[in-house]
């Protein structure tokens, strides 16, 4: 029969169960009858059940809500389904391979999202052994957070561990935690690529261009090149612009 009391260093202690971690809590006392006294009067072997009992709910739920034991790995799969319908393949096969390279290094991928903690989450992202930077942590760490909405809005945990976990800069180097500096296109450079542009176009305008490049292709990078030099916009954002986006601008810059 397995006791809740253990003697160490002299003293009773009481064994609780926390977080799947078994930890052995001091009761003050030298005697035993006296530590079972104060065990009892703690209600640590309630909060023993309880903690189990939770372990269970949280297998229960899953298994009410899909049928079958949900753990985390059939989660992302679940997961990844849903992103495929609005993003782009590349940002899910980005997004999954970082949640799914965390679960496996955290080992988690047999629990349920329930059971998972804070300190799952954690103890990766904060490794001191990882050589990732400041942005790349955010970002692994931004993509855990939304696969953990994603299970919040299916009704799979009741709190989000991922909220309580930041960062934690005392585990990076300097050199980790400052940004890399990035030079942008010289003003000579820009000139260059829209000298090459125009070029180009006058090309395609007089046929003299190959046939896969319309004129109307070349214009869009030409304006996208000027665009972007004068106001930092990414390609992405420029191709999503509508005319009246453009309505305050100079009207000699959008001659081209």
Same mark, same amino acid.
């Not at 009410?64 to 899910?92: F, Q, R, W």
């Not at 300190?119 to 970002?139: C, E, F, G, M, Y």
């Not at 090459?196 to 319309?214: I, M, N, P, V, Y």
């Given at each position: 029969?397995?006791?809740?009391?253990?003697?160490?260093?002299?003293?009773?202690?009481?064994?609780?169960?926390?977080?799947?971690?078994?930890?052995?809590?001091?009761?003050?006392?030298?005697?035993?009858?006296?530590?079972?006294?104060?065990?009892?009067?703690?209600?640590?072997?309630?909060?023993?059940?309880?903690?189990?009992?939770?372990?269970?709910?949280?297998?229960?739920?899953?298994?009410?809500?899909?049928?079958?034991?949900?753990?985390?790995?059939?989660?992302?799969?679940?997961?990844?389904?849903?992103?495929?319908?609005?993003?782009?393949?590349?940002?899910?096969?980005?997004?999954?391979?970082?949640?799914?390279?965390?679960?496996?290094?955290?080992?988690?991928?047999?629990?349920?999202?329930?059971?998972?903690?804070?300190?799952?989450?954690?103890?990766?992202?904060?490794?001191?052994?990882?050589?990732?930077?400041?942005?790349?942590?955010?970002?692994?760490?931004?993509?855990?957070?939304?696969?953990?909405?994603?299970?919040?809005?299916?009704?799979?945990?009741?709190?989000?561990?991922?909220?309580?976990?930041?960062?934690?800069?005392?585990?990076?180097?300097?050199?980790?935690?400052?940004?890399?500096?990035?030079?942008?296109?010289?003003?000579? *450079?820009?000139?260059?690529?829209?000298?090459? /542009?125009? @070029?180009?176009?006058?090309?395609? %305008? &007089? #046929?003299?261009?190959? !046939?896969?490049? *319309?004129?109307?292709?070349?214009?869009?990078? /030409?304006? @996208?090149?000027?665009?972007?030099? %004068? &106001? #930092?916009?990414?390609? !992405?954002?420029?191709?999503?612009?509508?005319?009246?986006?453009?309505?305050?601008?100079?009207?000699?810059?959008?001659?081209?």
């Amino acid at each position: 029969m397995t006791t809740n009391l253990k003697k160490i260093a002299g003293v009773y202690h009481a064994r609780l169960n926390a977080k799947g971690q078994t930890k052995w809590v001091s009761t003050g006392c030298d005697n035993k009858p006296e530590a079972q006294a104060v065990l009892d009067e703690s209600g640590v072997e309630r909060l023993n059940i309880v903690a189990k009992a939770g372990r269970l709910t949280a297998k229960s739920i899953g298994q009410i809500l899909t049928g079958k034991n949900l753990t985390c790995a059939k989660a992302l799969e679940k997961y990844a389904k849903l992103m495929a319908v609005s993003k782009s393949p590349k940002t899910v096969s980005n997004n999954i391979l970082v949640v799914g390279n965390w679960m496996k290094e955290a080992k988690i991928e047999t629990i349920p999202p329930s059971s998972v903690t804070a300190h799952h989450i954690d103890r990766w992202i904060n490794n001191q052994a990882l050589d990732w930077k400041r942005s790349t942590r955010q970002v692994a760490l931004g993509s855990v957070r939304t696969f953990f909405e994603f299970c919040s809005s299916q009704g799979w945990i009741v709190a989000d561990p991922s909220r309580q976990v930041a960062l934690d800069y005392d585990c990076m180097t300097h050199e980790q935690k400052e940004a890399t500096e990035k030079n942008p296109f010289t003003e000579d *450079e820009v000139k260059l690529l829209v000298k090459a /542009l125009t @070029a180009d176009l006058k090309l395609c %305008e &007089t #046929g003299k261009q190959d !046939s896969f490049r *319309e004129p109307h292709h070349v214009l869009f990078w /030409l304006f @996208a090149v000027r665009l972007s030099a %004068e &106001t #930092g916009l990414r390609l !992405s954002d420029i191709a999503q612009l509508e005319w009246r986006s453009l309505s305050h601008m100079e009207t000699d810059f959008l001659t081209i």
